[in-house]
């Protein structure tokens, strides 16, 4: 399994931003696939989890209402839709995926991760 994340970069607060993750290595219908964020000197955080068969979502109550996750099954791609964005939203954006429906909001649980892409917003 490969992941490949994309889509980051420079924007101002209140700016969108939407990120891609490409997922290749074998059919994805019984995963789910997540974005975690990981900012200087902070833990790994969860912020979205979509289950691919269902499209069922979850999110981390910190970006619910802002953030929203989808996939495109043609593409084998996942998004992660960022909108409002403000300084603290600055961090290293990955991608991940675990076999199963259950959308899990815990790092161990995903097994593979793409390599990152960088979001920073200034103020």
């Known amino acids: 399994v490969q992941l490949q994340a994309s889509g980051g970069g420079l924007v101002q607060a209140g700016s969108s931003l939407r990120l891609s993750c490409e997922a290749s290595?074998?059919?994805?219908?019984?995963?789910?696939m997540a974005w975690f964020r990981q900012a200087p000197g902070k833990e790994r955080e969860f912020l979205a989890a979509i289950t691919w068969s269902t499209g069922n979502t979850a999110y981390a109550d910190s970006v619910k209402g802002r953030f929203t996750i989808s996939r495109d099954n043609a593409k084998n791609t996942v998004y992660l839709q960022m909108t409002i964005l403000r300084p603290e939203d600055t961090a290293v954006y990955y991608c991940?995926?675990?076999?199963?429906?259950?959308?899990?909001?815990?790092?161990?649980?995903?097994?593979?991760w793409g390599q990152g892409t960088l979001v920073t917003v200034s103020s």
């Open positions: 290595g074998r059919t994805f219908d019984n995963y789910v």
């Open positions: 991940a995926t675990k076999v199963g429906i259950f959308r899990s909001a815990a790092r161990s649980a995903y097994t593979y």
